[in-house]
């Protein structure tokens, strides 16, 4: 498909594009960087004919597809919406991976076990949408693009949310799919640059500012300039957090589980984790995709089932023993993919970072004049005070994610737990949080548990590991404790 723009202009929640020219030639794949702003969903909206615009914009015929985490929230608010627990004896976890991806290939049989085939999702085939982990989810999302045999697929940010084994898998896939299928490639990683790809659009502020090479792009000077202001960012955000800190009450051990297990009707995801966090401690935890990294922090926060028949002792009581959720919560941060699919009430942009306070979806109390005016200073730093009675749904997906640790950290929690914080976030937002994180924890001012599966992510201030492996005579994970 060729496409050619000129003097286009559209507009999204909160970000705007605009494109002077532009021209993708039949079977040319494209890689788009952007500093800020939700750029690939934007492009991706406009290409489908989802999104009103001005100028011109000429496309040849074809199928487009896409696959970005706005789609994949939609298509998850449409499953929660078709909810049917109520009506059955069991819990409904949606509709399965094979029935999703089958729909959307015309009941092309096989193609679609061609597509779970090559997308490693035989051992989910038979799983409910709403059960999937992050990196599971996505993988679930392009067979779905795919299974309409697209002849031009935008993805945006495809490697987000998946371990270091599927996305060098997915990195091998995509270059053998490049040369059938011609891709735009929306990235805000450097690393996650597609090898295959030679064509550059590079957005700044939603503006086209260059068409270019490998060899331009590497010496670009938008970086250098990226890297400073997010600095001066985090250092105000610090002041904030240095101004307002409490220290923890509590003596060791802040957290411990014995013996953790945790199982479904038919599957074991872990056993035998034993683990202990004390005061001062950071941890980093990982493993692969769907090895429970997210239902070991959950039980931590209170959200998992399976937090009260498990022996697990936080902040000095015994889970279970007559203690309510929210005297554990209000000692505890979150900021995870789970609460920001679930954050699905329209408050404001304020309210949301309100809501911290009260570890709650949405708000419900009256707050004080203390917790609205340091909420504002919140979202003056983060470059987003003209969003202060926006509804928390019409902003772009990486605002909501931004207002989401800042609701973390505002109360500044014992424990702040990190799953996947940067996911889509803008190259902009990745480093302003990476910083400030480093920062929170160099200085002791929370204790991070904290999940990502980029090796860039890394905070040199966290030196303590639980890593999870599959162990073969069990068949389930089981935990590597280093560095205490």
């Not at 050619?4 to 999204?12: D, I, M, N, T, Y």
């Not at 498990?310 to 309510?324: C, L, M, P, V």
């Not at 160099?442 to 599959?470: C, G, M, P, W």
Request: aromatic share 8%; net charge negative.
């Amino acid at each position: 498909m060729e496409f050619r723009f000129e003097l286009v202009h559209a507009s999204g929640a909160t970000s705007t594009l605009n494109i002077g020219s532009w021209v993708i030639d039949d079977q040319q794949s494209w890689a788009v960087f952007s500093t800020e702003g939700d750029i690939g969903s934007l492009l991706g909206s406009l290409l489908c004919d989802e999104l009103p615009f001005s100028g011109t914009l000429e496309k040849g015929a074809g199928n487009i597809a896409q696959v970005s985490l706005v789609t994949q929230q939609r298509l998850l608010d449409d499953e929660i919406a078709h909810d049917d627990t109520d009506f059955l004896d069991r819990i409904d976890t949606g509709t399965t991976v094979y029935d999703l991806i089958y729909a959307n290939s015309l009941n092309n049989k096989a193609l679609t076990q061609q597509l779970i085939d090559d997308l490693d999702l035989n051992h989910l085939a038979d799983s409910g949408f709403r059960v999937l982990s992050t990196g599971e989810t996505r993988r679930v999302m392009l067979a779905r693009a795919l299974a309409t045999q697209p002849d031009f697929l935008v993805l945006d940010n495809p490697f987000s949310g998946l371990d270091v084994a599927h996305r060098a898998a997915l990195a091998h896939y995509l270059t053998t799919l490049s040369q059938t299928v011609p891709m735009m490639v929306t990235f805000s990683r450097e690393e996650d640059m597609p090898e295959w790809v030679d064509h550059i659009a590079l957005f700044n502020h939603g503006k086209l500012e260059g068409l270019m090479d490998k060899n331009a792009w590497n010496t670009h000077p938008v970086i250098t300039q990226i890297k400073a202001q997010s600095k001066e960012q985090s250092d105000d955000m610090m002041t904030l957090i240095r101004r307002h800190q409490h220290n923890s009450p509590f003596e060791n051990p802040i957290f411990e589980l014995k013996h953790g297990h945790v199982e479904y009707t038919a599957k074991t995801i872990f056993t035998e984790v034993n683990w202990r966090i004390d005061k001062g401690q950071h941890w980093q935890v990982k493993g692969p995709n769907g090895c429970g990294k997210s239902t070991l922090l959950g039980m931590i926060f209170g959200d998992h089932p399976q937090c009260y028949s498990n022996d697990i002792h936080i902040f000095g009581k015994q889970r279970g023993s007559g203690e309510t959720i929210w005297e554990i919560k209000k000692h505890i941060g979150m900021v995870s993919s789970a609460l920001h699919l679930q954050y699905r009430v329209n408050c404001s942009a304020l309210e949301v970072i309100i809501s911290g306070f009260y570890d709650s979806i949405g708000l419900y109390n009256q707050p004080t004049r203390k917790e609205r005016e340091l909420a504002k200073e919140w979202l003056d730093i983060l470059h987003m005070g003209q969003y202060v009675k926006t509804p928390f749904r019409q902003l772009e997906y990486g605002q909501q994610r931004l207002l989401l640790i800042a609701r973390a950290i505002v109360k500044h929690p014992t424990l702040l737990i990190l799953d996947e914080p940067y996911q889509g976030l803008d190259y902009l937002g990745r480093r302003l949080m990476k910083n400030t994180l480093e920062l929170i924890a160099k200085e002791n001012l929370s204790q991070l548990l904290y999940v990502s599966h980029y090796q860039d992510d890394e905070l040199a201030s966290i030196r303590n590991t639980l890593t999870f492996v599959f162990d073969e005579a069990s068949k389930c994970y089981r935990a590597k404790i280093s560095g205490c």
